[in-house]
């Protein structure tokens, strides 16, 4: 994990070469961070090194989205949520 916010639930991933190599794993990570209410955003280095600028874009649009409507079946909502935020399940690789 390279960066993170708990108060909005964001992790952000930059990535190198040799995530290529361990694409299963890191699946299996995000899915179980996801789990936990976390969204997860990935990029690449060499996006983050050439394109500075739409990164953050990307980082600041997630962030000013209204979070989602808490599942209720994962114990959220009115009185369980505590401000959890979930992605459903969609990992926003850029």
Known sequence: MDFVCLDRK??????GGQHLEHSASDAKRTAS???RGFRVLRFWNNQVLKD???VKEVIWQVLMAPP???SPSRGEGERGSQGRERNHGE???V
């Open 10 to 15: 964001l992790i952000v991933e930059v990535d």
């Open 68 to 70: 989602p409507i808490p």
């Open 52 to 54: 500075l600028e739409s």
């Open 33 to 35: 961070l996801e789990a």
């Open 91 to 93: 990992t926003q690789s």
